[in-house]
């Protein structure tokens, strides 16, 4: 699961960050189902082993604030870039599943940066760290000096408010689709996933209280919507933080680096296990309990760092060094995972893991940062796309589904036809427009309604 001088009011949110593949088709992905009866033309792809490389006015200084009040205990103006950054993300995780459509329209054109592409799930983990660390930075002072139940039931109220309607709508409306592929079609396929998820009255519980995760090993087959199993996961560090942030105030006072080698530990094990059990990737069981722990856990300690960090012209001129270091670090990871060979040690959905404890570092030093990326990524277009970046991760997948079903259905939309090539790029402007108007018409009036009453 304020806005004085162009500065966010809101929460930060995961994919959520919350706080805030006819023959053609069989080759661009390795895996489809052949639908019964149909020959051996008939193809629905499936998304490619996820991992393996393919074939989102700047504010004045002054407003860019990281610290809280202690004796107030008042949410603070959201970190600008940190929602520029949120955006980044979710258009990362956008064109990852562009690349699972049929044809090599898209795969022409991204090819510079294909490798980037075929990095995607590693957009997931970014907002697993960015929403623990936004979330102890709005509720260490509020939560974490004693329990509370009243507090308690605030957050978890806040967190509901702020990712459950918009979730509810996309699960029921493409929960609604799937049902009618079952019905209306001939070949028992409801989702573009293996295995495929449950429509019965059990299923659609727990997708609607957002548990469909919590006793899954793997992520397909899972949700509706397959992005949405980061939402049940995050649902899960929700009703954790409450303990967790008891814990994080205790610890608050530790020596720095101590406190920012256990940041980096923490982000640690998904990279750290997939690589011991050697083809596990992103679908390996229970990486995502990993991803989601860690993670978290991980955003927790890092502000627990940038809270104490001094804030002087050098602090923030190396933390802009650093900045640009970790990124130049991530890309270099994402190149060389899309260099494995088959016959590699270490395949390329395991790879891309290494990079994952870069990430606390990368968003410990862009809350201190200055210089053009962060007034970039603080800028006012960045700041929009950062707040309709969970929209645009929950319904861009529904999109691209439809699409898919349509170009194995429509003989004028087959792969690498001229009238594929044109819908592809719709595909994506789509997803931000009516991730914007989501936004506008669903999310948010959802959000203040729940919070009012």
Same mark, same amino acid.
């Given at each position: ?33 052949? =639908? ?29 604030? =990281? ?14 870039? &940190? ?22 329209? +898209? ?32 509720? &260490? ?8 139940? /009243? ?19 996309? @699960? ?22 293996? #295995? ?6 059990? /299923? ?19 949700? +509706? ?75 927790? &300690? ?6 104490? &960090? ?46 994952? #404890?870069? +990430?606390?570092? *990368? ?35 529904? *999109? ?7 170009? @194995?259905?429509? #003989? ?12 592809? #790029? ?28």
């Amino acid at each position: 699961m304020a806005e004085p001088a162009r500065v966010s009011t809101l929460r930060t949110t995961p994919l959520v960050a919350v706080p805030l593949s006819s023959g053609e088709a069989l080759a661009a992905s390795p895996v489809g189902f052949r =639908t019964p009866g149909a020959g051996s033309g008939t193809v629905l792809p499936l998304p490619r082993t996820r991992g393996t490389s393919p074939t989102p006015a700047v504010a004045p200084p002054a407003e860019r604030r =990281t610290g809280t009040d202690p004796a107030s205990g008042s949410r603070p103006a959201d970190i600008a870039q &940190l929602t520029g950054l949120r955006f980044v993300a979710a258009v990362w995780v956008l064109l990852l599943h562009a690349s699972y459509i049929p044809g090599d329209v +898209f795969a022409r054109w991204t090819a510079p940066i294909a490798p980037l592409v075929a990095a995607g799930p590693l957009g997931v983990d970014l907002f697993f760290v960015l929403s623990g660390l936004v979330l102890t930075r709005s509720y &260490l002072a509020r939560m974490g000096s004693r329990p509370s139940v /009243g507090g308690t039931a605030r957050f978890l109220r806040a967190r509901i408010a702020r990712v459950w309607p918009l979730y509810a709508v996309v @699960t029921v409306a493409f929960g609604a689709w799937c049902a009618a592929r079952l019905v209306f079609g001939s070949d028992g396929i409801v989702a573009w996933q293996n #295995p495929q998820p449950s429509l019965g009255p059990l /299923g659609w519980i727990r997708q609607l209280t957002m548990t469909q995760m919590w006793t899954s090993s793997g992520i397909e087959g899972v949700s +509706f919507v397959l992005p949405a199993w980061s939402v049940s996961a995050e649902w899960l560090a929700y009703l954790c933080f409450p303990l967790l942030v008891l814990a994080a105030w205790r610890i608050r006072s530790w020596p720095l680096p101590v406190l920012a080698v256990l940041a980096v530990l923490a982000a640690s094990p998904v990279a750290v296990v997939p690589v011991v059990t050697a083809g596990a990737g992103e679908s390996g069981a229970w990486v995502w309990l990993l991803r989601i722990g860690g993670g978290f856990t991980s955003g927790m &300690l890092t502000w627990l760092v940038v809270e104490r &960090l001094p804030r002087t012209p050098r602090v923030e001129q190396w933390a802009g060094r650093l900045v640009l270091l970790v990124l130049a670090e991530t890309v270099l990871v994402a190149y060389w995972a899309a260099s494995a060979p088959a016959s590699a040690a270490i395949p390329a959905a395991d790879r891309l893991w290494l990079a994952v #404890p870069l +990430f606390p570092v *990368l968003l410990g030093a862009l809350c201190v940062a200055r210089g053009r990326l962060v007034d970039w990524l603080a800028s006012p277009r960045l700041q929009h796309g950062g707040r309709i970046s969970y929209a645009i991760y929950l319904v861009h997948f529904p *999109l691209i589904e439809i699409t898919v079903v349509a170009m @194995t259905r429509f #003989p004028a939309l087959a792969p690498n036809s001229s009238l594929a090539a044109l819908v592809v #790029p719709h595909v994506l402007v789509a997803s931000v427009l009516v991730a914007h108007l989501a936004y506008r018409w669903i999310e948010e009036p959802a959000r203040r309604r729940l919070m009012r009453s």
